[in-house]
């Protein structure tokens, strides 16, 4: 089992005052679609079941980003600008015919994240199984990489999760005794790995990176020696502290993602003692505070599974209802919460199937991914109402 191939001003982008000048235009439009909904699929997208076109990131200028699988099972990278064109890509040395899609891990080439400057990361299965970590450039220039020590096993390997305006990458590798560990990695390719010295050392236990911020701060989990799992929070100068949620259990489901936003703010979900999944939002100073999804069910497996956060506060990802179906959702920083439908997903009982946010910006604008009544797998684009 791998980690979900899942969150100023800066040198490089525009002046202040003309980036305000673009915020303005952009939130005038955003206004306009006053909560419109577009889905997409990417080019040459598959129509098999399961497989064809998720959407995982998105910059602030709205660029998504995600993977598409094609009719001959190939899974490839793609970027979306707003305007709808489609560039798509594969990784040197990804395998071309995977057979099946990022979204259950099979390989190929998978982005998981983009700045606001069009750098994507993400990582790539090989032939055998193995992933490496890849950064492509808004010229579409692919470098790849391995943190030494990851392992050469199917399902091994290094997996990029998250990049930050100043071009570091956050991301995990899992060696050879299956063995979780974290790693950053600046612009000059200099590779760092580090360990919460929490973290357990036996298979599947470890550190989990998630994301990194414009000042390097990481959140992730980590999970500990009796499989427990804890949010962590990583500063700058390498200090890492752990925390859990209010109404975790200490049990193996508890806190299992942390996402940090540029003010030091983490989100993220855990799990209940009836392993019923709640969002969390936690203050930089360390208070934590829970939350429910409308429409949310109570038993097992049921809940809010928080997927991304902005710098706002604003969330979003899925809830899954008391008939097992997902639903997105987007939840606002003063508690408001919308759940929605995206027109013909599939709304079946006990399928765990449904929409979900991926990906949201600074402007509160979410990427996500949908399976229709065929179990057709689609991307879609949702502007908030301003």
Not at 169 to 180: E, K, M, R, T
Not at 262 to 279: K, P
Not at 303 to 325: C, S, Y
Request: aromatic content about 12%.
């Amino acid at each position: 089992m791998h980690p979900k191939v899942k969150v100023c001003q800066k040198p490089g982008r525009l002046p202040l005052f003309a980036a305000l000048a673009v915020f303005a235009a952009l939130s005038m439009t955003v206004h306009a679609y006053a909560q419109r909904l577009i889905t997409f699929d990417a080019p040459n997208s598959s129509t098999d079941a399961y497989l064809g076109t998720e959407a995982s990131g998105i910059n602030f200028w709205g660029t998504i980003i995600g993977d598409v699988t094609d009719n001959n099972g190939g899974t490839h990278g793609f970027v979306r600008t707003p305007d709808g064109r489609f560039s798509e890509f594969d990784a040197p040395g990804a395998n071309p015919d995977p057979g099946y899609n990022c979204l259950y891990g099979a390989g190929g080439t998978c982005p998981v994240a983009i700045n606001d400057l069009g750098v994507v990361v993400g990582s790539d299965g090989d032939e055998n199984g193995v992933f490496h970590g890849f950064l492509r450039t808004p010229e579409g220039k692919i470098v790849t990489f391995d943190v030494a020590g990851s392992g050469a096993g199917a399902g091994q390997g290094t997996y990029s999760q998250s990049i930050n305006n100043f071009g570091v990458v956050a991301g995990v590798y899992l060696d050879s005794s299956n063995v979780y560990h974290g790693f950053l990695r600046t612009p000059d390719g200099k590779i760092v790995a580090f360990d919460d010295s929490a973290a357990g050392t036996g298979a599947y236990q470890g550190t989990i990176p998630e994301s990194i911020n414009d000042f390097g701060m990481i959140a992730g989990s980590e999970t500990d020696a009796n499989n427990f799992s804890h949010g962590f929070v990583r500063t700058l100068d390498g200090k890492i502290t752990t925390f859990d949620p209010p109404g975790t259990a200490g049990g193996a489901y508890d806190t299992n993602n942390a996402l940090i936003d540029d003010l030091g703010a983490v989100a993220g979900c855990y799990y209940d003692a009836n392993n019923v999944s709640h969002g969390y939002q936690r203050t930089p100073d360390g208070k934590v505070t829970d939350y429910q999804v409308p429409d949310a069910g109570t038993a097992a497996f049921d809940g809010a599974f928080v997927d991304a956060v902005n710098v706002e506060g604003t969330t979003t990802g899925f809830v899954t209802d008391a008939n097992v179906e997902n639903h997105s959702f987007v939840r606002y920083a003063n508690g408001k919460a919308i759940v929605f439908d995206v027109p013909g997903q599939l709304l079946q009982p006990n399928s765990d199937f449904g929409s979900a946010g991926e990906a949201i910006n600074a402007l509160g604008v979410i990427a996500g991914r949908w399976h229709d009544a065929n179990f057709l797998l689609h991307g879609y684009v949702w502007f908030p109402q301003r």
